[in-house]
Nanobody, 121 residues
Framework: QVQLVESGGGLVQAGGSLRLSCAAS????????MEWYRQAPGQQHELVAAITSGGNTNYAESVKGRFTISRDNAKNTVYLQMNSLKPEDTAVYYC???????????????WGQGTQVTVSS
């Protein structure tokens, strides 16, 4: 079984910083891209940032210059450093990983349970 576990969420004042982590564990052969999504109440799921196994990244326009995604392939872990946080960043943040459990299996998406980030004004 594959598990993705997020950590690092919490309450922070506007202008502050948080660092989210997401560790993938279990039967994993290879991880392709890893991503962070968020969902605020009453809003759609939004892709925040993505990183490939080779380290290529892309970001939502709303977080460019403030958020940085990185990963540690040896630890199967992805991070999201969030700086200059704004109240509109308040949401549940989810990580996702596209991975294979064995060499001959298909690529499938796995999701974490989410971590709450609340930014007060």
């Amino acid at each position: 079984q594959v598990q993705l576990v997020e950590s690092g969420g919490g309450l922070v004042q506007a202008g502050g910083s948080l660092r989210l982590s997401c560790a993938a564990s279990g039967s994993i052969f290879s991880i392709n891209r890893m991503e962070w999504y968020r969902q605020a109440p009453g809003q759609q799921h939004e892709l925040v940032a993505a990183i490939t196994s080779g380290g290529n990244t892309n970001y939502a326009e709303s977080v460019k210059g403030r958020f940085t995604i990185s990963r540690d392939n040896a630890k199967n872990t992805v991070y999201l450093q969030m700086n200059s946080l704004k109240p509109e960043d308040t949401a549940v943040y989810y990580c996702s990983a596209l991975l294979r459990v064995v060499a001959w299996s298909t690529w499938n998406d796995y999701w974490g349970q989410g971590t709450q980030v609340t930014v007060s004004s």
